[in-house]
């Protein structure tokens, strides 16, 4: 799950002017606020991640009243073309908060809908970014300590953001344009250095409660590398 950071209000704003169509193009163009009663504050990740022999994608939702409360005993699914309509499931009696996991990652937008008796939060949806793959460095690849190094990646889809990250060097919230360099004096020796690139795109929810927004993510993750 990612921090918030105070660009949701830029994220909307351009997801209203541009529309909402297919999972090509600029990920922000396809957002969508949805509607809603103005009653339920709606915090919901969709964090996809590496797991061996391909991804996995994390739904996890956060349901409170106007009071702060948890909201429990609530109907929230989550809709994407890839991966159809997957129900999230209260972690237990009175949390408030839901969860549920896919052994997959849908490239396309996702939408959100939650029902909370009378409370309602409906067709919130999140322009999808695409599916990247880190091309360089590679797995096992050994590079040259004290020196840039450029890592690269390709994706289908252009995310509002991204983070590149080693096991030395920390960059967030850059654009999302395929390639980052790590400067040289974060560039170590060490055998087990690691290359995570998340790209992101996140929408504010109209019909829910100050704060209320919608997030997705994908982290690719390539280690080791060798750094000497």
């Known amino acids: 799950m990612r921090v918030q950071r105070s660009r949701t209000f830029l994220l909307s704003a351009l997801g209203l002017m541009l529309g909402c169509g297919e999972a090509t193009g600029p990920a922000v163009e396809r957002n969508d606020p949805g509607t809603g009663t103005n009653t339920l504050s709606v915090v919901a990740d969709i964090d996809g991640r590496d797991i061996p022999g391909g991804l996995a994608t994390d739904m996890d939702?956060?349901?409170?009243?106007?009071?702060?409360?948890?909201?429990?005993?609530?109907?929230?699914?989550?809709?994407?073309?890839?991966?159809?309509?997957?129900?999230?499931?209260?972690?237990?009696?009175?949390t408030g908060d839901y969860t549920a996991t896919v052994n997959n990652f849908g490239t396309g937008d996702y939408e959100l809908n939650v029902v909370a008796g009378n409370d309602k939060v409906e067709n919130v949806v999140v322009g999808g970014i695409g599916v990247h793959t880190i091309q360089s460095p590679t797995l096992a690849d050994t590079?040259?300590?004290?020196?840039?190094?450029?890592?690269?990646?390709?994706?289908?889809?252009?995310?509002?953001?991204?983070?590149?990250?080693?096991?030395?060097?920390?960059?967030?919230?850059?654009?999302?344009?395929?390639?980052?360099?790590?400067?040289?004096?974060?560039?170590?020796?060490?055998?087990?250095?690691?290359?995570?690139?998340?790209?992101?795109?996140?929408?504010?929810?109209?019909?829910?409660?100050?704060?209320?927004?919608?997030?997705?993510?994908?982290?690719r993750t390539v280690e080791p590398i060798v750094v000497q």
């Open 143 to 219: 590079v040259p300590a004290n020196q840039p190094l450029i890592v690269t990646w390709s994706r289908s889809a252009q995310a509002f953001r991204a983070d590149v990250d080693s096991r030395e060097y920390e960059a967030q919230d850059v654009l999302d344009l395929g390639t980052h360099t790590i400067p040289a004096q974060d560039v170590r020796a060490r055998s087990d250095e690691r290359i995570r690139v998340d790209r992101y795109n996140e929408v504010t929810i109209a019909g829910g409660l100050a704060g209320s927004r919608l997030q997705l993510e994908l982290r």
């Open 61 to 94: 939702v956060q349901l409170r009243d106007a009071q702060g409360a948890p909201v429990s005993g609530a109907t929230i699914t989550i809709r994407n073309g890839a991966l159809g309509t997957t129900t999230l499931f209260e972690t237990g009696v009175g």
